[in-house]
């Protein structure tokens, strides 16, 4: 099993600036890709970013290039760098592993979830 615990969400200004964590722990060896989705009020969980073990990152389009995943192997902790950012990024974000191979994108193939945080973008 893997445990995962977000942190670093809150209120925050359009065009401000925000980092959120995710500290995992359990059998973290098993891990294929780690990412990060979100979920605006009424609208589906939607792939914002993900890190695969190789190191590789991917973006939705709506965020390339205003936010960055990371992460740090010896303390077993994921970060998503998010700038400029607007008030469509208002959501509730959650950290997310996969075990299995497939799809990066897709909510159904990640087996372990962190309780989400809250993002509120203010114009």
């Known amino acids: 099993q893997v445990q995962l615990v977000e942190s670093g969400g809150g209120l925050v200004q359009a065009g401000g600036s925000l980092r959120l964590s995710c500290a995992a722990s359990?059998?973290?060896?098993?891990?294929?890709?780690m990412a990060w989705f979100r979920q605006a009020p009424e609208k589906e969980r939607a792939f914002v970013a993900v890190i695969r073990w190789t190191g590789r990152t991917d973006y939705a389009d709506s965020v390339k290039g205003r936010f960055t995943i990371s992460r740090d192997n010896a303390k077993n902790t994921l970060y998503l760098q998010m700038n400029s950012l607007e008030p469509e990024d208002t959501a509730v974000y959650y950290c997310a592993a996969k075990i299995e191979s497939g799809s990066d994108y897709s909510t159904s193939l990640y087996e372990h979830w962190g309780q989400g945080t809250q993002v509120t973008v203010a114009s």
């Open positions: 359990g059998r973290t060896f098993s891990i294929n890709a």
